[in-house]
């Protein structure tokens, strides 16, 4: 689906998982809302709970239409 990054690599067990996908130089989502750096280290993009702004509504309404065309056409 062209809303998702293709998986590289993937595997799995009993306590834990890992997924590979090719790097966004835009980000991900979870960086959108925390406005981080995609380069930045995990601590500092995701533990500073004061940075958290959330997203537009406008924003909202786009990526909540994108998840739905995603789930419907599974």
Same mark, same amino acid.
């Given at each position: 689906?062209?809303?998702? +990054?293709?998986?590289?690599?993937?595997?799995?067990?009993?306590?834990?998982? =890992?997924?590979?996908?090719?790097?966004?130089?835009? #980000?991900? =989502?979870?960086?959108?809302?925390?406005?981080?750096?995609?380069?930045?280290? +995990?601590?500092?993009?995701?533990?500073?709970?004061?940075?958290?702004? #959330?997203?537009? =509504?406008?924003?909202?309404?786009?990526? #909540?239409?994108?998840? =739905?065309?995603?789930?419907?056409?599974?």
């Amino acid at each position: 689906h062209p809303y998702i +990054y293709k998986i590289t690599f993937a595997t799995a067990n009993e306590s834990s998982a =890992l997924v590979i996908r090719p790097f966004s130089e835009k #980000g991900t =989502l979870k960086d959108l809302i925390y406005k981080a750096k995609p380069k930045d280290p +995990y601590l500092k993009k995701y533990c500073n709970p004061k940075k958290i702004q #959330g997203l537009e =509504l406008q924003q909202i309404k786009t990526y #909540g239409r994108q998840i =739905l065309e995603v789930f419907f056409c599974f």
